[in-house]
């Protein structure tokens, strides 16, 4: 399952169900079902393959990237705690790619601030700032 240039996946949801029958211990095939569901507005169902795809195990950049596909799908589930965990979760795994660590502190502080969490909600946005302070950053 592999990504194409227009930001397809290769491989249909009922393919890679076939292999997760086949292979129900295939981490990459969990969670690319999960980013097919989530592209097809199916976000109970990505939630639910991501879930299973990071209980099972996956490296590194693709965990971190499950967190955050994680996370953008329970937003739209109306699930902002989760959410708010999922983002926290690549904030603690401090990941490399400062654009990926400050995109998970400035979506964590979109939904400290609709939760009311107005002063975790700045401290995060101040932090994203920090990170690439020659970025222009919006609702600063």
Known sequence: MLKDAMGGYRGTACEISRIILEHPENAEAWYNRGNDRASCGEFDEAVSDYTMALQLGLRFREAVNAYGNRGMARV??????????????IIERKPKNLWMLRTAYLNRALLRGKKGDSVGALEDRRLAIRLLPNIKHNNQ
């Open 76 to 89: 739209e589930t109306g699930d902002l705690d989760g959410a708010i965990e999922d983002f926290t979760e």
